[in-house]
């Protein structure tokens, strides 16, 4: 079983819909980062949050610590929204950038 | 600069020679990770440089990669006699301090014939 699974593999999506990508891990974190890889391959770190919520826009994450579960929210979804979505996990006895990474979310969003 | 900036941004290389990889941070970030990204596979941490602190290389696959930091600033992350295995996006990214915003090069291409 991986430490950071993610679901779902792949979401397609109508513009305009909302959007929950979820996340759960199995080890102690001190940190959890939702990163976006779009198409042509750049990545772009969305959020590191440890606790709580934080909204960005049209994007929203929060995280469950005693759940080991975080969310990734997009509410009213855009085209340029398509990417892939990966959740990573700063292991608690770990360095900061030893991350633990999901295999990712592939969104896909239908005009 | 303005970003995190690698180079080369591709390099085809033969089986069991050496290559460098170079990673430039943004000014003033004392954090840098390199991370690799293989074909079908999800990314995976490979080393973490944060201010003077000794490196955490744990996950480096074998000694063939090695990573240096100069002055705080440049990191060339060195692979010795390459294996079509080694064949991956190798990302770089830097942050203000360890545990911050990250902030990723746009990759180097690594292809091993």
């Known amino acids: 079983k991986n430490e950071v699974e993610q679901s779902p593999q792949n979401l397609t999506a109508q513009e305009g819909e909302f959007i929950t990508i979820n996340c759960s891990y199995s080890?102690?974190?001190?940190?959890l980062h939702w990163l976006q890889q779009h198409p042509g391959g750049g990545i772009v770190s969305l959020f590191m949050?440890?606790?709580g919520k934080k909204k960005h826009g049209r994007l929203i994450a929060t995280i469950n610590i005693q759940e080991k579960h975080s969310s990734l929210h997009i509410t009213a979804s855009h085209p340029r929204d398509s990417a892939v979505y990966i959740c990573?996990?700063?292991?608690?006895?770990?360095?900061?950038?030893?991350?633990?990474f999901g295999k990712g979310t592939k969104l896909s969003v239908k005009p | 600069g303005a970003g995190v900036s690698q180079s080369p941004s591709n390099k085809v290389t033969e089986k069991g020679k050496d290559v460098e990889l170079r990673c430039d941070p943004i000014?003033?970030?004392?954090?840098l990770y390199w991370y690799r990204q293989s074909l079908g596979q999800g990314l995976e941490f490979l080393i973490y440089?944060?201010?003077?602190?000794?490196?955490?290389k744990s996950g480096l696959p074998s000694d063939r990669f090695s990573a240096e930091r100069t002055g705080g600033s440049v990191s060339t992350l060195t692979i010795q006699r390459t294996q079509q295995e080694d064949s991956a996006v190798y990302l770089c990214?830097?942050?203000?301090?360890?545990?911050?915003?990250?902030?990723f090069g746009s990759g180097t291409q690594l292809s091993v014939l």
């Open positions: 000014s003033g970030h004392t954090a």
């Open positions: 949050l440890s606790s």
């Open positions: 080890v102690g974190i001190s940190a």
């Open positions: 990214a830097s942050s203000r301090t360890g545990g911050e915003k990250l902030f």
């Open positions: 440089f944060q201010g003077n602190s000794a490196p955490d």
């Open positions: 990573a996990a700063a292991n608690y006895g770990g360095s900061q950038g030893n991350l633990i």
